[in-house]
C-alpha cells in the first residue's frame, strides 16, 4: 500500500524568501502525485499534481512541485512567498484506481 | 455553481448521541468520499463510495456509518460508538474513473459536549 511523508510538520519563512516543503512517498506501482492547500477552517484545496509528461508542475500562484521518481519525492517549492502563503500544504498520493492517501501536513507560516 | 456543500458548518453532540453531518453535491459526481481530519495526522479516509448504493469501509470506519441513496448525497452518522468524535470532517467527490480529482467541500466541525 502506499503511504507519504512529509517531512516538516511546520516550516517558518519570512515573506519574499524561498520556501520548499519536502513529500517523500512510497509505492510498489505507478503513481499520481498532489499537493492540496488548505486555509484555515476550510476545506481543501488542490494545488497542483503530476500525472503523466513533464516531471516539473506548476500552479497559478507561483508553486511548483517536481516528481522525482529515483527518490520517491514531489517537493513543493516557491521562489519568493507571501503573507497570504501562510496555509497548511497536504501532498498526497493514489495508485490511480484507489482514493487518495495524505501525509499529515506541513503548516507553513510567513512571517512579515 | 457547481460544488460540494455541507452542513452545518460547526456541530455540537453531547456523549452518547448520535449526529449525521451532511454532504451534497452537484457537480454529478459518482463517488464521494468522507475524511476525518485531527491536528498533526493529516486526513484519514472514513468511507467512499463509488456508486449509488454500494460504500466502502476506509481506514477509521469504526464508529460511523454512511449511506449513498442518491447520487448527490452522501451522509455521515458519527455513532455513540465512536470514543473520540472531536474533530474536522470532509466530505469530497469525484468522477469515478478519475478518484484522484477530488473535490472538498469546506468542512464541519463537530465537537462533544
Known amino acids: 500500500a502506499q503511504s507519504v511523508t512529509q517531512l516538516d510538520s511546520q516550516v517558518p519563512v519570512f515573506e519574499e524568501a524561498p520556501v520548499e516543503l519536502r513529500c517523500n512517498y512510497s509505492s510498489s506501482v505507478s503513481v499520481y502525485l498532489f499537493w492540496y492547500v488548505q486555509y484555515p477552517n476550510q476545506g481543501l484545496q488542490l494545488l497542483l499534481k503530476?500525472?503523466?509528461?513533464?516531471?516539473l508542475v506548476e500552479s497559478i500562484n507561483g508553486f511548483e512541485a517536481e516528481f522525482n521518481k529515483s527518490q520517491t519525492s514531489f517537493h513543493l517549492r516557491k521562489p519568493s512567498v507571501h503573507i497570504s502563503d501562510t496555509a497548511e500544504y497536504f501532498c498526497?498520493?493514489?495508485?490511480?484506481?484507489?482514493?487518495?492517501?495524505f501525509g499529515k501536513g506541513t503548516r507553513l507560516s510567513v512571517i512579515a | 455553481d457547481g460544488g460540494i456543500t455541507q452542513s452545518p458548518k460547526y456541530l455540537f453532540r453531547k456523549e452518547g448521541q448520535n449526529v449525521t453531518l451532511s454532504c451534497e453535491q452537484n457537480?454529478?459526481?459518482?463517488?464521494m468520499y468522507w475524511y476525518r481530519q485531527d491536528p498533526g495526522q493529516g486526513l484519514r479516509l472514513i468511507y467512499y463510495?463509488?456508486?449509488?448504493?454500494?460504500?466502502q469501509k476506509g481506514d477509521i470506519a469504526e464508529g460511523y456509518s454512511v449511506s449513498r441513496e442518491k447520487k448527490e448525497s452522501f451522509p455521515l452518522t458519527v455513532t455513540s460508538a465512536q470514543k473520540n468524535p472531536t474533530a474536522f470532517y470532509l466530505c469530497a467527490s469525484s468522477p469515478r474513473d478519475r478518484q484522484e480529482t477530488q473535490y472538498f467541500g469546506p468542512g464541519t466541525r463537530l465537537l462533544v459536549l
Open positions: 498526497a498520493v493514489s495508485e490511480v484506481i484507489t482514493p487518495l492517501v
Open positions: 463510495s463509488q456508486i449509488v448504493n454500494d460504500f
Open positions: 457537480l454529478n459526481h459518482d463517488a
Open positions: 503530476y500525472l503523466s509528461g513533464s516531471t
